[in-house]
Every structure is written in C-alpha cells, then in structure tokens.
C-alpha cells in the first residue's frame, strides 16, 4: 500500500515538523502556525469558475481519521484524481491519525467536524454541544491550519438548540449503511450509484478497518467519472452550484446541495 505517500510530505517541508511540535492530543491552538500555512487549498479557492463545473458529487467520510482504512481512501482518490469531504471524530485524533488527516487535507480534500465524542448531541446542553464542536475545530485547526467549515451530526440526530448553538452548515447525505459489517461491497456499489445525482452528497465512512468500503470505492469513483461527474469537496459542490450554505438557526441539513426542503 502507498500510505498516501505520493500525496503528501514529498512536497510539503513543514508538514513533520508541525506533527512533531504540536504532538500529544491537548486541544491548543496555535494561530501562527494557522497563519502561515499556504492558502493556494481547494477548499479555499476552487480553481475554477462556477460556470466550469459540470455535474458535480460530493463523497463524504465519516468517523476517522485513522492509520487503518483512511490511507487506502486517500490513495484511491489520488488514483483517480478525486476529491473528498471527510468529517472527523476529535477523539479519534491522535497523534498518528494526525498525519493521515493532514494528509488528506495536503492532496485538496476537505476536513469537516463530525463532534468530539460521537454521542447523541440532541440530548445535551448547549454548552455541551458547543464544546463537542470547539474541541474538534480546534484540533483540525490545530494540525491542518483551517477549521471546519461543515458539520455532521453523529447519527443525524438533530434538534433546534443544535442547530441554535453551531455555527456551521448541517450536512446530512444519501448512504448505503457501510457502517453496518453484513452490507456487502457490491450492496454498496449499487446503492451510492442508484442514488448519485447532480449536486448529491454520498454518506460514506472510513471508520477504522472499514476495508469493504475502500473496495466497493474500486468501483464507485471511476463509475462515477466516467458517468460524467467530478468528485469535490463540500465547499466546491455548493460553489460550483452558487449556493451559500444555510448556518444559521434555519433547522436545514443538506444530502444534497440544491435541496430546497429542510431535510
Ligand atoms: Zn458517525
């Protein structure tokens, strides 16, 4: 396995020695290295003009990062020249899966914010809801230099002091329950294609040892391409739409990024 080894570190001088300095799991902030970093990211500034993009797709990966299933991911959306959404765990940063995360944001994908502790968040205050969010931007901030710009409910389990107290836009997506061991690759394969269209957000999960999921990907990304449709990240999907996302207390969560209902 590459390791993601092409996509990252080769090019990038700083990406060791910010792991290194900021190893150990507390969840400091440290804004000069957020200063510094590069801002030529495609999450920040797509390359091209809304008018470019043709029929666009968002894959999404829930519940990493890790050093077991994540790596293969990434390799085979660097084989394919692909990018990704991937929403994050805080508590599954550490400081291996750190580099794998800074990883997938070198080679163009998107980290978003999937809470700290993956619990039924609309069962908490609003204080704790807002430190499950703080603490995984922060750490995401931490190690790539940009915090979160979506987030996704653990189970999307929602509520309106949820959506009162996060201040980023709700994102939902169409997915094949490959976080369930008993549905095969091909159930996988079948089901992500039966529901891809224009502007849609595919639900997928890179949770530790997920290897079903990097297989039914074997198919999925290029069946995908070759249908027509360029795989970007979250940001770009809305971009290239001309959307700007809902985050205020509007009870919306997106599966795909021209919805017009709330769910
Ligand atoms: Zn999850």
Redesign the pocket.
Known sequence: MAMCAAGCGSENSTAESVSESSAGTTAATTVTEAETISVSHTTQHPAKEAAEYGKVITLTF??GPNTTCTPYVLDLLEKYNARASFFVIGNNINEESAQVMKCAYDMGNEINN?SRT?SYMNKMTAEEIKAEVEYTDELVEKYTGEKPRFFRP?YIAVNQTMFDSIDLPFINGKGCNDWDDKVSVEKRVEKVLEQAEDGAIILL?DADMNFQTVQALETIIPELQKQGYELVTLTELFFAKGITPVSDSTPKIYSNCMQEGNW
Do not use: C, E, I, Y
């Open positions: 829930d519940d999937h993956h653990p999960h």
